[in-house]
């Protein structure tokens, strides 16, 4: 994986962005009858925190996803490195609980940035964001969230999750069962990546690692779930024998993660790498080149020159910038040169307002799919194919 050096915009900004976190994952029936009297005590809140929910929507492997993200102040943990632990204990109606855990590394403070900021803590005004992310069936559950420090403060929660499907779902063959919770992470990737049969493609794929809502600053764990799952569905329906991978950050002007041979094992490191953007800094360049196109028309003119793939495909939410490419900056395209598509995710129908990706694909003769939902992903898959298959 290749990183990009990050140049800072404030010393607050940083230490409130940057930690180093873990999957969520659930915990064994041992390891949870351990930690299950932490959420039988009746100690009040010390650490100040807040909660923010996020309700169950159907995602793109027709599951129920839902999760929730916690912001705690960064000035109590007194510059010091803090460890911060998130249990969240799941009970379905009338069956046994889960439990989920992640852990979280709140980084020191070093001396220069003491000497920044005056040696007054107090002045660290901004907050550290953790988040989690699962997959439920249909039915009723009672949700219990608990954070802990390593000073044994913690910060709780609880609440009542109703989880159903909405009428343009109900025809959906769902893959969960109703009160079955399970991890958002997939074990299956190797599938897709099995050898397959037939005139297989080589793919480039440009995955832009950004929030479902244009209106939210951070990259939460049920947006990395909705990245992931629709990675997974484009790859195990679309035949090929290579598949070279780039994630970026359109917002921050950057690249998070490459692999020139995408697989089970470089699938693992993008979830990493997916998992740093949501605690990642962004750069005084990228704030410069917010509204710039530059960065796009260099990714694309990096797969029109390198002549790998028969398909370039970029992937992701709708992005807020809609700067148009200009006349001229994309490289002449030969004759063996890529097709180039768009799976641009809408949160919300009725809202197709063209973004610079759309505006990239449209200027190098591609596609650009606008998609709502898994139907709408299948029905493009097949309609890229078709395409493909007449070139």
């Not at 599951?63 to 109590?76: H, I, K, W």
């Not at 069956?95 to 803590?121: C, N, T």
């Not at 917010?290 to 003119?301: E, G, I, R, T, Y």
Request: hydrophobic residues 45%.
């Amino acid at each position: 994986m290749r990183r990009i050096p990050v140049i800072v915009v404030s010393i607050s900004l940083w230490l409130s962005l940057v930690a180093a976190a873990r999957a969520q994952l659930p915990l064994s029936s041992e390891d949870a009858k351990a930690v299950a009297p932490l959420f039988d005590s009746s100690t009040q809140n010390t650490l100040k925190c807040w909660l923010e929910r996020w309700n169950p929507s159907l995602d793109f492997a027709f599951r129920f996803v839902a999760g929730y993200a916690t912001e705690c102040r960064l000035s109590q943990f007194r510059g010091k490195s803090t460890l911060l632990v998130t249990y969240i204990r799941i009970t379905p109606e009338g069956r046994p609980p889960l439990l989920f855990e992640s852990a979280y590394r709140v980084p020191e403070i070093s001396p220069e940035m003491k000497q920044a900021i005056g040696g007054d803590l107090r002045k660290l005004n901004n907050d550290v964001g953790l988040s989690g992310a699962f997959a439920v069936g249909e039915g009723e559950y009672f949700l219990e969230l608990l954070v802990k420090d390593d000073q044994n403060r913690a910060y709780r929660r609880h609440w009542k999750l109703r989880v159903a499907a909405r009428h343009s779902e109900r025809g959906v063959a769902l893959a969960i069962k109703p009160l079955a919770v399970e991890s958002v992470e997939r074990a299956r990737w190797q599938t897709v990546f099995a050898p397959q049969r037939g005139e297989n493609l080589r793919l480039t794929i440009l995955l832009d690692a950004a929030p479902m809502n244009p209106y939210q600053s951070s990259l939460r764990a049920w947006d990395r779930a909705f990245l992931l799952e629709t990675l997974y569905s484009v790859l195990r329906q679309t035949p090929h024998k290579s598949v070279h991978l780039v994630a970026f950050n359109l917002e921050q002007q950057r690249e998070v993660f490459r692999s020139d041979e995408f697989d089970a094992a470089a699938f693992r490191d993008l979830h990493r790498a997916l998992e740093e953007v949501e605690l990642s800094s962004i750069s005084v360049n990228a704030l410069r080149k917010h509204d710039s196109p530059k960065f796009l028309v260099a990714l694309a003119n990096e797969e029109l020159a390198a002549g790998r793939s028969d398909a370039v495909i970029f992937l992701g939410p709708s992005a807020r910038m809609a700067t148009e490419v200009t006349e001229g900056a994309l490289t002449e395209k030969k004759a063996d040169a890529p097709q180039f598509f768009y799976f641009e995710y809408f949160p919300w129908p009725g809202a197709h307002f063209p973004d610079s990706i759309d505006l990239l694909v449209k200027s190098a003769g591609g596609k650009v799919f606008p998609i709502h939902s898994p139907a709408q992903l299948d029905d493009a898959i097949d309609k890229m194919l078709v395409r493909l298959k007449q070139e």
